[in-house]
């Protein structure tokens, strides 16, 4: 018989970080103006040069990953310090391929260096408001144009410092991990050695956790998590269940007050 036990909670109270998207305008923009051919007018190599230099500018410094694991160090009790340092060398890895292809393809434009077909696929997608092909081949799953692409790079790069600098969340952001099934590991593997329980007797239970306080403090089994979503369904606040979506909304951020509490079982 599975044992039910408290461990994965869903609480979305709000963005984590609210990033402008004024620093992105330039991606949304149409590439080529109509008749005139004014002065003003940008060639693409001054585009695609701009657009990196837009880009790196944004971009965070690599996460210090001998630092990170000497502050969380692996436990017997605590597996969520395992799953932060692997997190971070992700996040290291993506950066990575970012900063460095942007920065030769703006020494490519200039005429410094050769111009490689990869540098070549990155400048066609960055004047097309498109994300690389290669940043997603090191990248999680996404199929955002480049400007909000770019924007969750920084969203989650500011999810995981945080985490690094002040501890765990109280709450985690579910969908803004890089392998998401480390960390529902993690938080079987934290309950399974708390209970001294066989991992693999334990699943999870999830409770909708909607009311205002419900996520200010850290369950004592199991994690509160926001950032899923609900397909051809909404929620309902007032009587705590799903209900019928919106007319014409065939999805929703599972978000509002508070948001979804989950039980390892």
Known sequence: MRRRCPSLALASRGTLLNITTAPFV????????????????????????????????????????????????VTYLESMNTVLVQELG??????????SSLQELRKAVRGLVVM?????QVAAALLSGKVPELWLSRSFPSLKPLGPYVREVLERCEFFSAWLQNGPPVVFWLSGFFF?????????????RKHRVPIDLIDFDFVVRDGPGECDRRPDDGVL?????????????????????APKVSWMVLAGRCTAEGDLS
């Not at 695609?48 to 502050?71: N, R, T, Y």
């Not at 992700?90 to 900063?99: F, I, K």
């Not at 899923?228 to 929620?235: I, N």
């Open 225 to 245: 998590v926001r950032g899923m979503f609900l397909e051809a369904a909404a929620w309902d606040f007032d009587q705590h269940c799903l209900c019928e979506s």
């Open 26 to 73: 330039l991606f949304s923009q149409p590439q080529e103006g109509g008749g005139g051919g004014g002065a003003g007018q940008r060639s693409p190599e001054d585009i695609v040069h701009a657009s990196a230099g837009e880009i790196l500018d944004k971009l965070p410094a690599d996460f210090d990953l001998e630092a990170a694991q000497a502050k969380y160090p």
């Open 90 to 99: 992700r996040a290291n890895v993506l950066l990575g391929v970012v900063r």
């Open 180 to 192: 998401t099934q480390a960390f529902l590991t993690g938080a079987k593997q934290n309950y399974a």
């Open 116 to 120: 490689s077909a990869s540098l070549e």
